[in-house]
T-cell receptor, first 113, second 110 residues
Framework: DGGITQSPKYLFRKEGQNVTLSCEQNLNHDAMYWYRQDPGQGLRLIYYSQIVNDFQKGDIAEGYSVSREKKESFPLTVTSAQKNPTAFYLC????????????FGDGTRLSIL | RKEVEQDPGPFNVPEGATVAFNCTYSNSASQSFFWYRQDCRKEPKLLMSVYSSGNEDGRFTAQLNRASQYISLLIRDSKLSDSATYLCVVNLRGYNKLIFGAGTRLAVHP
């Protein structure tokens, strides 16, 4: 089945540790996105990538890094510089062109120990 | 002013009720519009795209008013399973990213 796979589903981070969240899609979509959602809040854009080897900062990029070496993969690293990383992280992808919606993975819940 | 604004709710309605959600957007260059549904602790899922002429999918009807920069979603004959948060989403012309509203929570009770 075509879709977006995020892993792991749950992740725990120690103080001062970097962790990487995986996002893979087999939809052949050019654009991929990372969002953060805090309890009771809306989605906030962290980073997005429109093509391989290119990405742009979203609204809350500080403390995060990404790479886009392959079309199907867009991993997100939560660095130790992100002081409040506990949140629900959602990856999405989208076909290029006007009128195209985004499709989401089922998310990773990150908690700090 | 937020780019996409929604009434946060919650809207508490009985089964069988008709409920309407409104959404306003600030940028007149907005080109594409969507409604997503998000269940508690789950990912958002596309409910329907919103077309200029309005569109219907079963019990759901979406309307767009470009002059007033306003989108609506009408749910008829509410079911318990409609309980969720409904997100209004806008795409600006020339930008390859979607802007999400904070969502309106719906609770349908027996």
């Amino acid at each position: 089945d075509g879709g977006i796979t995020q892993s792991p589903k749950y992740l725990f981070r120690k103080e001062g540790q970097n962790v990487t969240l995986s996002c893979e899609q087999n939809l052949n979509h050019d654009a991929m996105y990372w969002y953060r959602q805090d309890p009771g809040q809306g989605l906030r854009l962290i980073y997005y990538s429109q093509i391989v080897n290119d990405f742009q900062k979203g609204d809350i990029a500080e403390g995060y890094s990404v790479s886009r070496e392959k079309k199907e993969s867009f991993p997100l690293t939560v660095t130790s510089a992100q002081k409040n990383p506990t949140a629900f992280y959602l990856c999405a992808s989208r076909e290029a062109g006007a009128g195209q919606p985004q499709h989401f993975g089922d998310g990773t819940r990150l908690s700090i120990l | 002013r937020k780019e996409v604004e929604q009434d946060p709710g919650p809207f508490n309605v009985p089964e069988g009720a008709t409920v309407a959600f409104n959404c306003t957007y600030s940028n007149s260059a907005s080109q594409s519009f969507f409604w997503y549904r998000q269940d508690c602790r789950k990912e958002p899922k596309l409910l329907m795209s919103v077309y200029s002429s309005g569109n219907e999918d079963g019990r759901f009807t979406a309307q767009l008013n470009r002059a007033s920069q306003y989108i609506s979603l009408l749910i008829r004959d509410s079911k318990l399973s409609d309980s969720a948060t409904y997100l209004c989403v806008v795409n600006l012309r020339g930008y390859n990213k979607l802007i999400f509203g904070a969502g309106t929570r719906l609770a349908v009770h027996p």
